[in-house]
């Protein structure tokens, strides 16, 4: 018989004190998010209310809110509170929140991902990072979550699409769970491993003239394919859903990428370190995959608030590594490709 979550992390729970409130932390976001599946199953993806902004809101990274990422975001709320969370940090609040002085974790979550496409019934999903409180985040709540990646105990991400899906990793691999209806149950699917090497790159390809050159010449190194420099041909996949491009990266390989690039506000990339980079980071390592920000690990970066954003790559450890290599020196690649690293900036 296949384990449930629960079950499936209960010699985890037993091993230690953490370990057992990170369980615990688990199972309400598991509830949450199967209530969450719920609203959204009700027809948010049918233009619905839920589907509109709220009154032209801005969550605390700016983007415009609407009313299913407010649902969402006290959906978990609840959850953290229902747990032993000393702190609560989310997307949807300016500030880091205090909640169980007794707790023992901090909880930093991106409620509804991918929330722009609500309304086109495209996969959108919940990701989460779990840190540990120590005794001197207690007198400065916002330090808690200045903590590196590679302090998480937890992460993941939930997938709303034509399954409910929970891929996580508690520092011992990264796992899926599926989400039954009949049981109102999670129950383990697979443990995951990415390949080493892609196939397919997912970026945005609309933005090209806004890229620097080694981004340029990475993606013109791949549309080269099989008779280019890399010598095999690749496939682009672009979902604009970070959770539907990453679970698809992290069952048959691939690569994405959200670079920094030159227009007003996005030098240092729109992905937010803390909830979204830094979880999708420890699952991919633990997957066997890699994450950087072009030339460091994602996971070695210390965040300097809630919602600092940062670009990104993630996916198969060669192809992320590759594409380190091109961002490091570019110059040394401009007398193998000069026509691509220094063609005008009009697109591809």
């Not at 509170?81 to 997307?91: C, I, L, N, Q, T």
Request: aromatic fraction near 8%; charged fraction near 20%; charge should be negative.
């Amino acid at each position: 018989m296949t384990a449930t979550l629960d079950e499936y992390f209960a010699p985890f729970a037993n091993r230690s004190p953490t370990g057992r409130d990170v369980a615990a932390l688990l199972g309400h976001l598991a509830e949450a998010a199967a209530k969450l599946q719920g609203l959204i199953s009700a027809g948010a993806g049918l233009g619905g209310a839920r589907a509109t902004s709220a009154d032209g809101a801005a969550n605390g990274g700016g983007d415009v809110q609407k009313v299913l990422d407010l649902e969402a975001d006290r959906l978990f709320v609840a959850a953290a509170k229902a747990s032993p969370v000393a702190f609560y940090g989310s997307e949807e609040q300016d500030a880091a929140v205090a909640m169980n002085p007794e707790g023992t974790l901090a909880l930093a979550i991106d409620p509804l991902d991918g929330s722009s496409n609500i309304e086109t019934n495209v996969s959108i999903g919940t990701i989460f990072s779990v840190l540990p409180v120590e005794a001197e985040h207690r007198a400065d709540p916002e330090s808690v979550f200045r903590q590196p990646g590679r302090r998480q105990l937890a992460a993941g991400f939930f997938v709303y699409g034509p399954q409910l899906l929970l891929v996580v990793t508690v520092g011992e691999g990264t796992h899926v769970f599926g989400w039954s209806p009949e049981t109102r149950r999670f129950s383990f699917a697979q443990t995951l491993r990415i390949p080493e090497d892609a196939k397919e790159y997912s970026i945005n390809a609309s933005n090209a003239r806004h890229w620097d050159a080694p981004v340029r010449l990475y993606v013109d190194q791949c549309l080269a394919g099989k008779d280019g420099p890399r010598g095999r041909d690749f496939n682009m996949r672009w979902v604009a859903s970070m959770v539907a491009d990453a679970y698809r990266i992290f069952v048959r390989g691939g690569v994405y990428l959200y670079p920094g690039d030159s227009r007003k506000g996005y030098a240092a990339g729109r992905i937010r370190l803390l909830y979204e980079a830094s979880p999708v980071g420890f699952c991919a390592e633990q997957a066997g995959g890699a994450a950087t920000d072009g030339l460091h690990p994602i996971l070695d970066i210390v965040p300097e608030g809630l919602h600092q954003r940062t670009p990104v790559v993630f996916g198969s450890r060669n192809e992320v590594l590759e594409i380190g290599r091109i961002l490091a020196d570019p110059d040394s690649l401009a007398a193998e490709s000069p026509l691509l690293l220094h063609r005008p900036t009009g697109g591809i």
